[in-house]
Every structure is written in C-alpha cells, then in structure tokens.
C-alpha cells in the first residue's frame, strides 16, 4: 500500500525565515537532471516517508559538498519507529525522520544498509555515517508561495499529498489535475522543482514508485490552483 500517517508533530524545529524574491525564475527542473540517475523503488513496503525525506537530505549533502551520495531509507525504516511514531512500512512521518537523524547524529548510506522493502531490525552502525543532520524547518500551513521559495532558495523539499485517486496512479504527461483531489494527505513525496508548461504552472514532484511511474518516475503537479493536492500543507526540508 501506497499510504502515509500524518500529524504535526511538537518537536523542535527552525522557524522558516526566507527573504521573498519577486525575480524568482520559473523553470527549476534542475535537480531532476542531478537526480535523474538516483532514483528509488519502493516497492511493496509503505516507506515513502522515508524516501521523501533520505531524498531532502541528499540534496542538501550534495548541495553542501558537491557529492551525490546515496542514503538509506532502510535505516529510517529499521531504526525511525516508536519513539517517533513512525511505523517502517506502514507509514511514517517525514519531520520524525528528520528528528531521529538528529537525535542519532547521522543516518547510514545506502550502499551499507540497502534496501529491502521490509520491517527489519535496527543495524545503524556510525563507521557507515554518509550525512548527519542538524535542524529542519517546517514551512506555513498551505502556502504554495513560501514552497516555491524555499525550493528555489533551499533545495528539494518534502511534502505530502492526496495521491489517493486512480489519476495519479494512471499519470503520464502533462499537469496532473483531478478535481476530486482533496486535502487529505497520505503519501510522501519530494518536490524539486517548479515550472510552466503550455500556461499551466506546476511542481515537478518526484515519487518513489520506480521509473514506470509516471514520466521517469516524476509527476507535474498543478500549481497555483488552490494548493492542489495539499501539496504545501506539511512542507519540510532538513540543513546538514
């Protein structure tokens, strides 16, 4: 199943604090071309938590360091689980990832601890620490503005969306738009960028579903259309 569980949680985090930039450019499919080759399966198992968020932290590795290095959303799976309300393949929360790296004062790589699309037991061992994390910042309840500023000024951001209507499982091409799309989120995704394509505004979202989703494993995502979706409604991205 393809869910997530969902609250705000009362953790600590940074206050978003972005200057606005009225000049903000509305093409930025680039980290699509930087990710294009580091894409993610899922699989059977409900981790799409833990993709959307070892996806915000990668970026912002890379963004940091100029290397591009894989992390493990099996660690997150495995290690991310009660004290964080988090449920491995059943669903989780993308903040209680960020809060766990914190805590345990990194998270493994992907190439030490792999993937298995399965609950597993903890096997964090800190000699395989690719990245650590220290804040993350939760952005304005619903406000598609302070999302496209953050991913221009920021980097890749997490967020969660309705993606619970056979459109979206069916998507191709084009701007995905579905009236009966509600503000129900239940799957976690990463969105990397925005644009206009044939005069419709859009994020360019990417999914953890594998490359047959959609268009490479990408999904155009309406924008500026009511907060599509709920899209922006639990924005969050990490800082190294």
């Given at each position: 199943?393809?869910?997530?569980?969902?609250a705000?949680?009362?953790?600590?985090?940074?206050?978003?604090?972005?200057?606005?930039?009225?000049?903000?450019?509305?093409?930025?499919?680039?980290w699509?071309?930087?990710?294009?080759?580091?894409y993610?399966?899922?699989?059977?198992?409900?981790?799409?938590?833990?993709?959307?968020?070892?996806?915000?932290?990668?970026?912002?590795?890379?963004?940091?360091?100029?290397?591009?290095?894989?992390?493990?959303?099996?660690?997150?799976?495995?290690?991310?689980?009660?004290?964080?309300?988090?449920?491995?393949?059943?669903?989780?929360?993308?903040?209680?990832a960020?809060?766990?790296?914190?805590?345990?004062?990194?998270?493994?790589?992907?190439?030490?601890?792999?993937?298995?699309?399965?609950?597993?037991?903890?096997?964090?061992?800190?000699?395989?620490?690719?990245?650590?994390?220290?804040?993350?910042?939760?952005?304005?309840?619903g406000?598609?503005d302070?999302?496209?500023?953050?991913?221009?000024?920021?980097?890749?951001?997490?967020?969660?969306?309705?993606?619970?209507?056979?459109?979206?499982?069916?998507?191709?091409?084009?701007?995905?738009?579905?009236?009966?799309?509600?503000?129900?989120?239940?799957?976690?995704?990463?969105?990397?960028?925005y644009?206009?394509?044939?005069?419709?505004?859009?994020?360019?979202?990417?999914?953890?579903?594998?490359?047959?989703?959609?268009?490479?494993?990408?999904?155009?995502?309406?924008?500026?259309?009511?907060?599509h979706?709920?899209?922006?409604?639990?924005?969050?991205?990490?800082?190294?």
């Open positions: 199943t393809h869910w997530l569980l969902w705000l949680l009362a953790c600590s985090c940074a206050a978003a604090q972005l200057h606005r930039d009225p000049t903000l450019d509305n093409h930025w499919d680039l699509k071309k930087t990710y294009g080759k580091q993610k399966e899922k699989g059977s198992c409900g981790a799409c938590w833990a993709f959307s968020a070892v996806g915000a932290l990668e970026a912002q590795l890379k963004l940091k360091t100029g290397n591009l290095v894989s992390l493990s959303a099996q660690n997150l799976v495995d290690c991310s689980t009660e004290k964080y309300s988090n449920k491995g393949c059943n669903g989780g929360f993308m903040t209680a960020f809060q766990y790296i914190i805590d345990n004062n990194g998270i493994d790589s992907d190439a030490s601890y792999p993937y298995k699309a399965m609950d597993g037991k903890c096997r964090y061992d800190s000699k395989n620490r690719a990245a650590t994390c220290s804040k993350y910042t939760e952005l304005p309840f406000s598609e302070d999302l496209k500023e953050a991913v221009a000024n920021k980097g890749p951001v997490s967020v969660a969306i309705d993606a619970s209507h056979p459109s979206f499982f069916l998507y191709k091409s084009g701007v995905y738009y579905d009236p009966s799309c509600t503000q129900n989120v239940n799957h976690g995704v990463l969105v990397v960028g644009g206009n394509l044939n005069g419709k505004d859009y994020w360019l979202v990417k999914n953890s579903w594998g490359i047959n989703f959609g268009d490479k494993g990408y999904i155009r995502m309406a924008r500026n259309s009511g907060n979706c709920g899209i922006a409604n639990y924005c969050s991205y990490p800082e190294i």
